[in-house]
């Protein structure tokens, strides 16, 4: 989406993205390019540069990424509530290029995660699955982004 308008503004005045990599909101991409960049992180757990990371895959893996006229590109957010912000983040994003490769679809089925509700449609696959819960070694885990990466 190129300009977002929140759902409790009474006017129809949108925000254009903050940054040129923002691809929050609205986004599509061919299959062929999710494995490409080797799909979503699977590290993130609350709110916090999820789509960041997201971007950094798709740049890194030399995939474009284009957007319509502004007048197609309108995005009216959805009212919700506000969710709990990821306090690693930022050590997730900084360590984002060194595990795109071993964090995503290839590690999805280690992860082990029950489907709860898998919808094929004829644009999109839909696959609902139970996370459980942040493990408890979460913070500390990402805490030291340099032990990480050397893991």
């Known amino acids: 989406s190129l300009s977002i308008r929140s759902e409790n503004e009474k006017e129809f005045n949108y925000t254009r993205n903050l940054y040129e990599l923002l691809i929050g909101g609205v986004l599509c991409l061919r299959p062929k390019n999710f494995f490409q960049i ?81 919808d094929y449609l004829s644009i999109y696959t839909r696959i609902k699955v139970s996370v459980g819960k942040q493990p408890l070694d979460y913070v500390k885990k990402f805490n030291n982004t340099v032990d990480y990466l050397n893991k």
């Open 38 to 118: 080797n799909g979503f992180s699977n590290e993130y757990w609350n709110w916090g540069a999820e789509d960041d990371d997201l971007a950094y895959r798709i740049v890194a893996r030399g995939v474009c990424i284009t957007r319509p006229r502004d007048s197609y590109a309108l995005y009216k957010m959805s009212q919700h509530k506000e969710s709990k912000r990821n306090s690693v983040r930022s050590q997730l994003l900084f360590s984002s290029l060194n595990r795109m490769h071993k964090d995503g679809l290839s590690n999805l089925e280690s992860l082990k995660l029950p489907a709860i509700n898998e």
